[in-house]
Every structure is written in structure tokens, then in C-alpha cells.
């Protein structure tokens, strides 16, 4: 049996061991997937073992999702932070220069004041954010736009605790949450179209749900992926 195989968009690392019964195991933070297999089990049946766990699997690696981009920040030397669904290791550069954030090999270097406080910190880190969003949503609203014939007249950014975006129809103006910069791309274009979609039906209803199904037919499953 090899290292490691994969089921869809997952790798399951393989550990032969001394057992009598198979497990499996999904861990933290990332969602990564252990199997664990009796020395003497054939090949197909720990493949088979795997499958039928795979919608297990999947909500197992949905819970440390939350888990992983709701957790208290520290904004500290080694923490794991992310953008646009890459995962970074923060560096704290203390010095008396210009404060900010930027990324090399791989590397979230946060340049800030010596002794500087957890809350300017955040603040920084919340900037970063919204620069990286205020840079990448525009795209989305041009490519949407024609799709859907429809128009865009604004868009803000703001920190949100319930929701992930809301639209002012009348005004023809979304807002988008702040912590969309963390997620994946696919997920902020989900919530952009979600958004663009109520300047053609204002509520929840039937052909709201039908407008997303034709213009985003995946949307179901990045909705999953945010909650």
C-alpha cells in the first residue's frame, strides 16, 4: 500500500501498524487525514474503509475550519495567519521604520513599533486586509456585471460578526465582510455574486435561489465551506 492516496481534493496519509482495527483521524488545524491499518489488511478494503467515511471526513475538516478562522489572535511571532486561503507564518519585525505588513517566501512579516500593543497589531493586520480585498472584489463586480446585466454603483468593506456581506438595493451597493480576505478566492466570488444576485430579487425566495443555481451552480457547497 503506498504513503499516502487520495479521495477527491483530500490526501490521507497511511500508517501501517501493529492494530487489529482500523482508524482514521482528522487533524487539527489544517484537516490533514491519518489512517491507521492492521499490517495484514489488503489494499481495497482500507480503500474502501476511506470512502465510506468521506462525507465524515468532510465535516470533520468544515468543523476546524471555524475552529481555525474564528480562534482568539495573538498577533505573536510563529502564528499562523491567512490570505485568500494560504496559510502564513506571522514574524514580528520590531524596529523604529514604517510600520505594515507584506509577504516573502512564504513568510506574513508584520513590521511594527517596539513594544507595540496587541490592538495596533490588529489594526495593521485589519488594513492588510482590507487593501487585499479593496484590490481583488472590483474584479469580481467587472466580471459579474455583464453576466448578470446588472450594475454595481459602490462597495464598501466594513468587520461583520453575523453575516458575510449584505446589499442595499436601492443605493446598488454591497457590503463585504472584512474576514472574506482570510477565506479562499472562490468563497469571496461566491459572496460577491450572492450579493450582486439581490439586484435582480431582493429576498431569500424561490427565484433567488434558482438565479444562483444558474449563475454559480457550485454555490451550495462554498456555502457549506463558509459556515
Given at each position: 500500500m503506498p504513503d499516502n492516496i487520495s479521495i477527491g481534493n483530500t490526501e490521507v496519509i497511511i500508517n501501517r501498524k501493529k492494530v487489529k482495527n482500523l482508524s482514521i483521524r482528522v487533524l487539527p488545524p489544517e484537516g490533514l487525514v491519518k489512517l491507521t491499518v492492521p499490517l495484514r489488511?489488503?489494499?481495497?478494503?482500507?480503500?474502501?474503509?476511506?470512502r465510506s467515511k468521506e462525507a465524515w471526513i468532510r465535516k470533520q475538516q468544515q468543523k476546524?475550519?471555524?475552529?481555525?478562522?474564528?480562534?482568539?489572535?495573538?498577533?505573536?511571532d510563529g502564528e499562523i495567519h491567512y490570505l485568500?486561503?494560504?496559510?502564513?507564518?506571522?514574524?514580528?519585525i520590531e524596529s523604529q521604520g514604517r510600520e505594515g505588513v507584506n509577504i516573502k517566501?512564504?513568510?506574513?512579516?508584520?513590521s511594527v513599533k517596539t513594544n507595540s500593543s496587541t490592538e495596533e497589531r490588529e489594526r495593521l493586520m485589519e488594513n492588510w486586509y482590507r487593501q487585499n480585498l479593496g484590490t481583488n472584489v472590483p474584479e469580481l463586480i467587472r466580471k459579474w456585471e455583464p453576466v448578470m446585466k446588472v450594475k454595481v454603483k459602490e462597495f464598501r468593506i466594513r468587520k461583520m460578526k453575523t453575516r458575510w456581506g449584505t446589499c442595499n438595493i436601492s443605493k446598488k451597493r454591497i457590503w463585504l465582510s472584512l474576514m472574506l480576505a482570510?477565506?479562499?478566492?472562490?468563497l469571496v466570488e461566491y459572496i460577491v455574486v450572492h450579493e450582486m444576485v439581490h439586484l435582480l430579487e431582493a429576498g431569500h425566495n424561490?427565484?433567488?435561489y434558482s438565479l444562483m443555481d444558474h449563475f454559480l451552480p457550485q454555490w451550495k457547497e462554498l456555502r457549506k465551506e463558509l459556515r
Open positions: 489488511m489488503k489494499e481495497e478494503e482500507a480503500l474502501s474503509f476511506v476546524l475550519k471555524g475552529i481555525v478562522f474564528n480562534r482568539p489572535l495573538t498577533y505573536s485568500f486561503g494560504k496559510e502564513y507564518v506571522m514574524r514580528i517566501d512564504n513568510i506574513l512579516r508584520l482570510k477565506r479562499r478566492p472562490a424561490k427565484r433567488f
